[in-house]
């Protein structure tokens, strides 16, 4: 187990290095479950390129929220996530808190760092990343019962969702960067 935290000034992106190096040497899988889900084009990056390698990307956004822009904004990356072939869950029980990651089974983090730029960039934000495969399976487990409490997203379905709420989205994509 290893702590990873965005405390001081030359520290600010660990949290993000350490994702993005997990996701780059993914072989079988990347789930995800995170509240906040807006990532840097970096992240956004590894994440189609891995979906593209034939490696299975998950994730479980949050549904409902307390920040409405930041659902537009989310939202406003489905489309580009799905046509990479990336399965989106939504949850909707209740608000989504949660900010995991597991890659292969293998590498785990577990933290309050949300896959934003603000999380990255300004917050101060710990996780704790713990490499290993009893532990990966574990989290593997959590992420396979939280997958069946959530709403698929299809893409066909998705593409047909009304203009004004596209234009939406694209408007609050705008804002990607501080949020």
Same mark, same amino acid.
């Given at each position: 187990?290893?702590?990873?935290?965005?405390?001081?000034?030359?520290?600010?992106?660990?949290?993000?290095?350490?994702?993005?190096?997990?996701?780059?040497?993914?072989?079988?899988?990347?789930?995800?479950?995170?509240?906040?889900?807006?990532?840097?084009?970096?992240?956004?990056?590894?994440?189609?390129?891995?979906?593209?390698?034939?490696?299975?990307? $998950?994730? +479980? *956004?949050?549904?409902? @929220?307390? #920040?409405?822009?930041?659902?537009?904004?989310?939202? =406003?990356?489905?489309? %580009?996530?799905?046509?990479?072939?990336?399965?989106?869950?939504?949850?909707? $029980?209740? +608000? *989504?808190?949660?900010? @995991?990651? #597991?890659?292969?089974?293998?590498?785990?983090?577990? =933290?309050?760092?949300? %896959?934003?730029?603000?999380?990255?960039?300004?917050?101060?934000?710990?996780?704790?990343? +713990?490499?290993?495969?009893?532990?990966?399976?574990?989290?593997?487990?959590?992420?396979?019962?939280?997958?069946?409490?959530?709403?698929?997203?299809?893409?066909?379905?998705?593409?047909?969702?009304?203009?004004?709420?596209?234009?939406?989205?694209?408007?609050?994509?705008?804002?990607?960067?501080?949020?």
């Amino acid at each position: 187990a290893r702590f990873v935290g965005n405390f001081a000034r030359r520290q600010r992106a660990e949290i993000r290095r350490d994702y993005l190096a997990a996701i780059l040497g993914a072989q079988k899988t990347v789930r995800v479950t995170n509240a906040y889900f807006a990532p840097d084009r970096g992240i956004l990056r590894a994440l189609l390129r891995a979906s593209r390698n034939g490696v299975t990307v $998950e994730l +479980i *956004l949050a549904g409902l @929220t307390d #920040v409405k822009p930041m659902l537009m904004v989310t939202h =406003g990356l489905y489309g %580009l996530l799905l046509k990479n072939g990336v399965k989106i869950y939504e949850w909707h $029980e209740r +608000i *989504l808190h949660a900010k @995991t990651a #597991v890659v292969d089974g293998i590498w785990s983090s577990i =933290g309050s760092a949300n %896959l934003n730029q603000r999380s990255f960039r300004f917050d101060l934000e710990a996780n704790v990343t +713990i490499v290993s495969a009893r532990f990966g399976e574990q989290m593997d487990e959590m992420f396979e019962v939280d997958r069946g409490k959530c709403r698929a997203i299809d893409p066909v379905e998705w593409k047909k969702r009304p203009r004004w709420m596209r234009m939406l989205e694209w408007f609050f994509g705008l804002f990607r960067r501080i949020v």
